[in-house]
C-alpha cells in the first residue's frame, strides 16, 4: 500500500515536467488555468495587441481575468446549462460550419469555373444582337469574363446543393407543414 502514494507522486511530477516551456500557467483564476501560449494567442488576436507593450499586456490580462471572472460566476448561477443559451449557442455553431461550409466550397468553385474566351466572345456576340451594348469588345472582356464565372459558380454551387438533397433522405411530414 505504501508504494502507490510514490507512485502517484512520481505520476504528478512527471506530468508536470512534460509541459513545453510554452505552456507554464500564467495566471490561475479559481481552477482556471491560462498558460503563456494560450494568453500570447488571444492578445494578438486583441485590439490591444497592435501595440505590443508591457502596460498593453498588463491592460489585456487584467480585462481577461475579469471576462473569466464573470464566466465564472455565469457557471456557479447555471447559466451556461440554461435552454436560452444552449439554443444561441447551438445557432451559433449552425451559422459558423454552415459559414465555414460555403467559404471553402465557393473558392473550390471560383477555382473551377474556368470560362473560355470562345464563351466570352459568344456572350458579347448576344449582347450586341440584342443591342444590349455599344462598347467595344476589349472594353467588356473583363465585365463578361466575370459575369460569366458568376453565373457558372451559381449553377456550380446549385448543383452540388441538389446532388446533396439527392443523396440525402429526406421525409417531410405534409400534415403537420399544413397545419
Given amino acids: 500500500m505504501k508504494k502507490y502514494p510514490y507512485l502517484l507522486f512520481l505520476l504528478l511530477f512527471l506530468l508536470g515536467c512534460s509541459r513545453k516551456p510554452e505552456e507554464h500557467v500564467l495566471v490561475k483564476i479559481n481552477n482556471y488555468e491560462i498558460t503563456q501560449g494560450e494568453f500570447d494567442t488571444e492578445f494578438k488576436q486583441s485590439a490591444f495587441g497592435r501595440n505590443d507593450t508591457p502596460d498593453s499586456r498588463r491592460e489585456f490580462l487584467s480585462s481577461l481575468i475579469n471576462r473569466k471572472l464573470i464566466l465564472q460566476d455565469a457557471q456557479q448561477q447555471g447559466l451556461d446549462k440554461n ?7 447551438e445557432r451559433f455553431w ?3 460550419l454552415l459559414k465555414l461550409t460555403l467559404d471553402r466550397k465557393s473558392q473550390l468553385i471560383a ?3 474556368v470560362v473560355s474566351e470562345q464563351e466570352i466572345k459568344d456572350a458579347y456576340q448576344k449582347l450586341l444582337k440584342e443591342g444590349k451594348t455599344d462598347k ?4 467588356m472582356h473583363k465585365q463578361i469574363k466575370w459575369e460569366l464565372s458568376r453565373q457558372k459558380g451559381s449553377q456550380m454551387m446549385n448543383n452540388w446543393i441538389i446532388s446533396l438533397r439527392k443523396n440525402a433522405r429526406i421525409k417531410i411530414n405534409s400534415y403537420l407543414l399544413n397545419q
Avoid: P, R, V
Avoid at 83 to 89: P, R, T, V, Y
Avoid at 136 to 139: A, C, D, I, K, L
Fill in 136 to 139: 467595344s469588345y476589349e472594353q
Fill in 111 to 113: 477555382n473551377s469555373a
Fill in 83 to 89: 435552454e436560452s443559451f444552449l439554443k444561441m449557442i
Fill in 94 to 96: 449552425e451559422q459558423s
